[in-house]
């Protein structure tokens, strides 16, 4: 016998009267019998029937469940076939020599864990067009803290599991070759120098000498509004603009270096004076002009 022959299924089981053969893609089988028989102790006890695996067809891709009925009932024969479908995803395509080509077992690919959303799109939309696509199964199956997950592609002929193979990296590279033009857009954009910020300027408001008083030079005129005043008399200083001292009252212009003390005490004075005398109007204060 040559080696590299597929080997041939073997005869079908014969079944009894209140039993049933499912056939379950043997990928599938470990979710069937579940931990240490778990899942398909509570099939059986769900649905009053017991159920036997038999692997003898494993070579080929597939394993059989035979379901069997004390009662011979329909009603949970039924149960139990659609309870084990739920558990593979749905009954296992039977038409796999349709082309006329041998059966080939299912394939397992492992892919990164962030493709999986992508094979399976949303809804189970691409998965379902990959699987039509290709003629055969395709199944994800995601594993926990980051590890690769696995899909399983089979089984089928040998074209329909080729194609799927091809349809499962090929949406596989897609995805890595979008994540990383992401990735190097992201570290370009780290990369880049930032834009120079100039901060605001605020300039200070003008403030006060501490006497009070704004130095006449420092008034505000407008151009063509306010004429020079007259020299003081007596005095060889010219008068600031708007201000002047009558030629009958004495003048109280202080000297250079006068205190905001010294100057008070003059003005003072001056206010005495003006009301000591004959009513009239006091004396007008004319600041000192800085070096005068």
Known sequence: RDQFEQPK????PVLGPGQRSIKIPQNMVGKVLGKMGATVHEIQ???RTDIKINQDSKMIGYSLAIVSSATSSIDDLN???RLIHEKIGGPMITSLSAAGGPIEPAKVIQVDDVCVGGLIGRGGEYIKFMTAEAGCRIQVEQKK?????TVTVGPGTPETVAKAEQLVHGKVNEILTQ???AAAAKAAAAARPPQPTYPSITLPRPMLPASGLVPGAALPVRP?????????????HPSPAGLSLAPSQPSLRPSVGTSPTELGKAILAGILAGQAGKGGPGPQVVPARPGG
């Open 224 to 236: 063509g509004l306010v004429s020079p005043a007259p020299s003081l008399p007596g005095s060889s």
């Open 45 to 47: 006890a769900q649905t």
């Open 179 to 181: 994540r990383a033009k």
């Open 79 to 81: 149960a139990a076939e």
């Open 9 to 12: 299924p073997p005869p079908e």
């Open 145 to 149: 803290d980051g590890q690769p997950a």
